[in-house]
T-cell receptor, first 109, second 115 residues
């Protein structure tokens, strides 16, 4: 089961682009990379998922290099409401996912 | 918005009481999950289900039990609550699929305090 390593916390300012990098050196061939966002006293919310190269949706982009040993979540032009904990997960099935402590992102005005 | 509901949102109860945390989803998802999360800490999978009459234990040992008699309903029961059970319990569901893990849809959680 692949574990991930990501920064414990990050600060940024409104309007900036934020990039959160996650390391997953032991990722397996069938594993997907998934990011979730969690606000206090709520359940996590799915942000984006990818297998390789780049994935983009209406809220974020996910960059995955060819070796897949890391990934970067990019949040364009963040606002105060993006202050949350962000989790990077790798796995083939949801019941295999190992949830770390995530990255606590604080957006300042 | 995800259609997955947990009740109660908050519960304070005395040691030794039996409790049931309810979880229902209206999306027709086959797979459902229960996670335990202490404040500021990681989520731990305690139970999951592939479908009706299917239940499995997760990676974190738990004294709770679950049942899956209907697709939409996945209740969690503690026969005798203890202070060590104080935590937030999160229910989630996902579609059955191949080729990807499938997006997890979470409820808002049930925060349990055992005195």
């Amino acid at each position: 089961l692949a574990k991930t390593t990501q920064p414990i916390s990050m600060d940024s300012y409104e309007g900036q682009e934020v990039n959160i990098t996650c390391s997953h050196n032991n990722i397996a061939t069938n594993d997907y990379i998934t990011w979730y966002q969690q606000f206090p006293s709520q359940g996590p919310r799915f942000i984006i998922q990818g297998y390789k190269t780049k994935v983009t949706n209406e809220v974020a982009s996910l960059f995955i290099p060819a070796d897949r040993k890391s990934s970067t979540l990019s949040l364009p032009r963040v606002s105060l409401s993006d202050t949350a904990v962000y989790y990077c997960l790798v796995g083939e099935s949801n019941y295999q996912l190992i949830w770390g402590a995530g990255t606590k992102l604080i957006i300042k005005p | 918005e995800a259609d997955i509901y947990q009740t109660p949102r908050y519960l304070v109860i005395g040691t030794g009481k039996k409790i049931t945390l309810e979880c229902s989803q209206t999306m027709g998802h086959d797979k459902m999950y229960w996670y335990q999360q202490d404040p500021g800490m990681e989520l731990h999978l305690i139970h999951y289900s592939y479908g009706v009459n299917s239940t499995e234990k997760g990676d974190l040992s738990s004294e709770s039990t679950v049942s899956r008699i209907r697709t939409e309903h996945f209740p969690l029961t503690l026969e005798s609550a203890r202070p060590s059970h104080t935590s937030q319990y999160l229910c989630a569901s996902s579609e059955s699929g191949t080729g990807f893990t499938g997006e997890l849809f979470f409820g808002e959680g049930s925060r349990l305090t055992v005195l």
